[in-house]
């Protein structure tokens, strides 16, 4: 298995625009984790999904970021409209989570560094 | 609070034992992990210790945990400059599937 994919591995863009991160699971994993990193916060989960449902979105900052799994392979975390305060890496990670309540470790992907100028 | 503490810096020299420390809050936490990052790179898991376990060994790696303190530590002998990187202790919360960090701790070794 070729681990967790993220796209882009780098964005700049402008304040206001719209920026659309990709990631895809290791396939079979049914658990997917949204993580911002930044020199100030560390790292932050911002949401995660177990079977393409949202189970905990109390880490999103604020209504400008959404977050979407259509199906088990491929989840997306927009910003619209983006500020520069938004600028960090972007990381996503996958695990398996069996019946009840336990999980396997967390795969991450190499992130995505996200510049808002 | 949610907080998982750890120390920010750690230098060591080649050949030297490091050990880098974290303190956890939840007492129900059912895993605790050693994820390593390197320099523009993603985490990758280290290691791992279930909550009933003391004490972990893997090769170079030696993870000491004390529930009663609420202290997870990762010991790691004769380190090497390819050692260098973040350190991040995480905690897997009893409910749900949530991994909280430490900030992380960067290690440094000297030749």
């Known amino acids: 298995d070729a681990g967790v994919i993220q796209s882009p591995r780098h964005e700049v863009t402008e304040m206001g625009q719209e920026v659309t991160l990709r990631c895809k699971p290791i396939s079979g994993h049914n658990s997917l984790f949204w993580y911002r990193q930044t020199m100030m916060r560390g790292l932050e989960l911002l949401i995660y999904?177990?079977?393409?449902?949202?189970?905990?979105d109390s880490g999103m900052p604020e209504d400008r970021f959404s977050a979407k799994m259509p199906n088990a392979s491929f989840s997306t975390l927009k910003i619209q409209p983006s500020e520069p305060r938004d600028s960090a890496v972007y990381f996503c990670?996958?695990?398996?989570?069996?019946?009840?309540?336990?999980?396997?470790?967390?795969?991450f992907g190499q992130g995505t560094r996200l510049t808002v100028v | 609070g949610e907080d998982v503490e750890q120390s920010l810096f750690l230098s060591v020299r080649e050949g030297d034992s490091s050990v880098i420390n974290c303190t956890y809050t939840d007492s129900s936490s059912t895993y605790l992990y050693w994820y390593k990052q390197e320099p523009g790179a993603g985490l990758q898991l280290l290691t791992y210790i279930f909550s009933n376990m003391d004490m972990k060994q893997d090769q170079r790696l030696t993870v000491l945990l004390n529930k009663k303190d609420k202290h997870l530590s990762l010991r790691i002998a004769d380190t090497q400059t390819g050692d260098s990187a973040i350190y991040f202790c995480?905690?897997?919360?009893?409910?749900?599937?949530?991994?909280?960090f430490g900030q992380g701790t960067e290690l440094s070794v000297k030749p």
């Open positions: 999904f177990n079977n393409n449902v949202p189970i905990d």
């Open positions: 995480a905690e897997r919360r009893n409910q749900g599937g949530k991994l909280i």
């Open positions: 990670a996958s695990s398996l989570k069996f019946l009840g309540q336990g999980y396997t470790e967390a795969f």
